[in-house]
């Protein structure tokens, strides 16, 4: 694969001319340029967060639920607590089958077999979120007969699983056999060499990959549109709709009411900072190393 | 299991076969063990059957509308829920527009960017500068389209896009040579293709360029020392040493970027301005396949409108799929033998 170099007669002999240098000097001024360019949206997204949203947050948006329009004040609590609610019902599902299959797929599925999953997980991973959204919506929508918390969960579990599996999967394969050999030749058995010894040695890498997994879905919106479906008020049943973080924003965001926009913006910086402690916790986790010789 | 023994029994030697068997079969280990493994099996037969699920949902829920329209249904241009007419070209239209014009703002910026973080940038640096490209990643779809809405459309609509009418402009004389309208032309709203097609770019870098970053460091050290050794600048090795072996997988993550853009649908939907209407200039507004169903979905009144709705998902997500598995295959070309890495 590697190919051999054949343009060099290009530059063999001559000493490097001004062009030469020129371009070398441009393409890294480019490469700076594009860095810089790729930086200033960044920049702007967490600067207009923060600038927007920090005035807007208070004692009454972290406790109460929506004013009717018109009205000043009022808070996202419901929307805060609605989206815990939908993640927690996520990962309760998403989780165990995630961490599972990866369990499958690198202590069992080292065959023709493991090889169908692995892609299937990757074509799972890949599914557009919306479609997941349709997807909930036919199986649990349909069957309940109307829109729940647990319909969202179920789409966040669907969009969770691929992830969590494969980090599992590749977690796993990174523990030494002999360790796993070591545990045999004391005699412990199979699943409990899996679970106390492998799983175990893995735990931190494992834990990244649900973080991540969990970042991912939680500022997820379109599955939520017609799953959970949003809520003015406070609900914690599992079968009635949910308001959630995300879901408030948009609808927030493509009102015309100024007092909303603001609104948006103070759930947008919450939503946000959730987020990057999840992303920044999962760093530091993996930087400390999760296994010898990763990263 | 009872610490060292100092004196072995010889019938217990004789009999560690049997003891080995009894110990494998006979104990809990081998019922606890084949459960487990059952248990297992279980979580990942659990993975096939979810995609199978969403194939026979997206099949089943759609064949009222491919009965009503047939393949039809993908070159036809009326939307019209109160006639129960649907044809989904505009957002066909639209989806392939808005993602290709964020692939041409973004691939060479996220190459850029993979360049100089692989071969240039000094060491210290090399670690935050991933770091921050992959927090782009991070932030949920909806606060870039929150962000759009207020800060990008709004320059867009003062400067942005009279700045492109005036000096782009004259590629409509091109265009109605063809009876277009041009790609600049129109009043500008800020709303529209230009504005979605952006704020997929910045969506769509942080993918394309790790897995350049990536397909990039999988070309072997050597290469890089045999080009220099020739005499060739930094440049010159980059481009003949390094982005010309790994341009397999490159392409692999632009397609994965594709993939990713065909799919969004909150930011987007935010700022197309959801119009189903077939427009030659970037300025007017326009429409995607994932926002119509965000849009509709829930309102949908009739089956067949329902239908509609999901054919249009059915048709995304063959296409995702689709384009996903070529460019697995493209990243897998340049990065077999490599080491496996975490995408993190």
Sequence with gaps: MPETVTATSDFAAAPISLWRRGMN?????????????????????????????????????LTQTPKPVGEAGGGMANAIAGSAWILLIASSMGVPIGIGAGIYLAEYGRNQFGNVIRFTADVLNGVPSIVVGIVAYAIVVLSQGHFSALAGGVALAIMMIPTIARTTEEMLLLVPNTVREAAYGLGVSRWRTTLSITLRTATSGVITGVMLAFARVAGETAP??????????WNWKINQPTAALSLQIFTYAISPFDEWHRQAWAGALILIVLIVFAVSAVRIVASRGMLKGTN | MTGPQPIAKP??????????????????????????HFAMLACGLCVLALVGLIIYELMSGSRLSWHAFGLKFFFRSEWDPVNEQFGALPFVYGTVVSSFLALLLAVPLAIGVAVFITEMCPRWLKGPLAFTTELLAAIPSVIYGLWAIFVLVPLLRQYGEPFCARYFGWT????????????FEGPPYGIGMLAAGIILAIMVIPIVSSIT????????????????ALGATRWEMIRTGVLRNARAGILGGVILGLGRALGETMAVTMVIGNRPEIAASLFAPGY?????????????TGDTYLSALIEIGLALFIVTIIVNILAQFLVWTVTRGTPARTHA
């Design chain 2, 11 to 36: 019938e217990v030697v004789g009999n560690s076969e049997v003891e080995a068997e009894h110990l494998l079969k006979a104990g809990n280990s081998y019922v606890a063990d084949s459960v487990f």
């Design chain 2, 213 to 228: 970053r990536e397909v990039m460091t999988a070309v072997p050290q050597q290469q890089r020392e045999a080009v220099l």
């Design chain 2, 288 to 300: 995607t396949m994932a926002s119509v169903i965000a849009n509709e979905f829930s309102e949908a």
């Design chain 1, 25 to 61: 000097f441009f393409a890294t001024l480019a490469a700076a340029a594009a860095v810089v360019l790729v930086l200033l949206p960044l920049g702007a997204v967490f600067g207009y967060l923060v600038y927007k949203g920090i005035g807007s947050i208070n004692w009454a948006f």
């Design chain 1, 224 to 233: 939520l549109l017609f799953t959970a479906f949003g809520n003015q008020y």
């Design chain 2, 172 to 183: 409509s004389g091109i265009t109605h040579r063809f009876g277009f309208q041009g790609p």
